[in-house]
């Protein structure tokens, strides 16, 4: 069956990087888009990153543009996401999300069970 | 951008009502909707895709429809594991943008 594991949360100071993984198993990873979605404590989803099924386009959210980079290895069946410049609104709950297709979007149709980010001094 | 605006916010129904709850995108995204459906602690899961096609293993009772700027999320008959929070999202371009969410609770 689908599986996807995020890890790399925890506590990190204003202004540090953390990178999240998500390793990704049960299905052929290299045919999938692949998204980061996050949810702050009590608010709702906030999409932030797609990677097309062979790495060739990245898309991201405005909140997150020029601080987040995603990034996968096809040969290691692994999703990232490289986050920098980390803010208190960056506080949140961040999983990976399988698409249904493997280019552009027709919903995720398998979620990680996420991983906690807290930004904090 | 394109903003998603579902409503209402909150809905407090029983088992066994029909419930609808609608999203409207501040421009035509044809049937490049998607709902969700979260419950506490967990991660979101797809119940429809593409407006109206059911994804596997979703029951019956949910059906969607819509196309160009509006839709709507249907639960037939309300079932005890159906109080959830439900996300509308569009996939017709970057950002794939979420609707606030609607929370159903037992009346």
């Known amino acids: 069956q689908v599986q996807l594991a995020e890890s790399g949360g925890g506590v990190v100071q204003p202004g540090r990087s953390l990178r999240l993984s998500c390793a990704a198993s049960?299905?052929?990873?290299?045919?999938?888009?692949m998204h980061w979605v996050r949810q702050a404590p009590g608010k709702g989803l906030e999409w932030l990153a797609v990677?097309?099924?062979?790495?060739?386009?990245?898309y991201y959210g405005d909140s997150v543009k020029g601080r987040f980079t995603i990034s996968r290895d096809n040969s290691k069946n692994m999703l990232y996401v490289q986050m920098s410049s980390l803010r208190a609104e960056d506080t949140a709950v961040y999983y990976c999300?399988?698409?249904?297709?493997?280019?552009?979007?027709?919903?995720?149709?398998?979620w990680g069970q996420g991983t906690l980010v807290t930004v904090s001094s | 951008d394109i903003p998603m605006t579902q409503s209402p916010s909150s809905l407090s129904a029983s088992v066994g009502d029909r419930v609808t709850i609608t999203c409207r995108a501040s421009?035509?995204?044809?049937?490049?909707l998607n709902w969700y459906q979260q419950k506490a602690g967990k991660a979101p899961k797809l119940l429809i895709y593409?407006?109206?096609d059911l994804q596997s293993g979703v029951p019956s009772r949910f059906s969607g429809s819509g196309s160009g700027t509006d839709f709507t999320l249907t639960i037939s008959s309300l079932q005890p594991e159906d109080f959830a929070t439900y996300y509308c999202?569009?996939?017709?371009?970057?950002?794939?943008?979420f609707g606030q969410g609607t929370k159903l609770d037992i009346k």
């Open positions: 999300a399988r698409d249904r297709v493997g280019v552009k979007s027709n919903g995720f149709d398998n």
């Open positions: 049960g299905f052929t990873f290299s045919s999938y888009a």
């Open positions: 999202q569009q996939s017709y371009s970057t950002p794939y943008t």
């Open positions: 421009q035509s995204i044809s049937t490049y």
């Open positions: 593409h407006a109206s």
């Open positions: 990677i097309w099924y062979d790495g060739s386009n990245k």
